[in-house]
Nanobody, 117 residues
Framework: QVQFVESGGGTVQPGGSLRLSCVAS????????MGWYRQAPGAQRELVAVMTVHGTPTYANSVNGRFTISRDNAKNTVLMQMNNLKPQDTAVYYC???????????WGQGIQVTVSA
């Protein structure tokens, strides 16, 4: 039962930046994809950015060019730098890992990001 500890959320003005951190309680090398999803009120949960264990990223079109995901397998950590934040980025962000061994999916508890003037 891996635990994902998320931090770095909060409230920021439009155009501001935040950095989200997800630290796992055990090795993340077994997660083929790992990264972040988000869910806004009344909306479905959507992929924001993920990275494979080999370092290949995938970004949602809405954040491409503004967000940067990074992954340090040795530190069991995934980071996401979020720049030029917009009100539509407001959501609860969830750390996600996809186990490459048994294909199980693991989630953090979620962390709030609010972009508002």
């Amino acid at each position: 039962q891996v635990q994902f500890v998320e931090s770095g959320g909060g409230t920021v003005q439009p155009g501001g930046s935040l950095r989200l951190s997800c630290v796992a309680s055990e090795s993340i090398s077994r997660f083929y994809n790992m990264g972040w999803y988000r869910q806004a009120p009344g909306a479905q949960r959507e992929l924001v950015a993920v990275m494979t264990v080999h370092g290949t990223p995938t970004y949602a079109n809405s954040v491409n060019g503004r967000f940067t995901i990074s992954r340090d397998n040795a530190k069991n950590t995934v980071l996401m730098q979020m720049n030029n934040l917009k009100p539509q980025d407001t959501a609860v962000y969830y750390c996600n890992g996809e186990d490459g061994t048994d294909w199980s999916v693991h989630w953090g508890q979620g962390i709030q990001v609010t972009v508002s003037a």
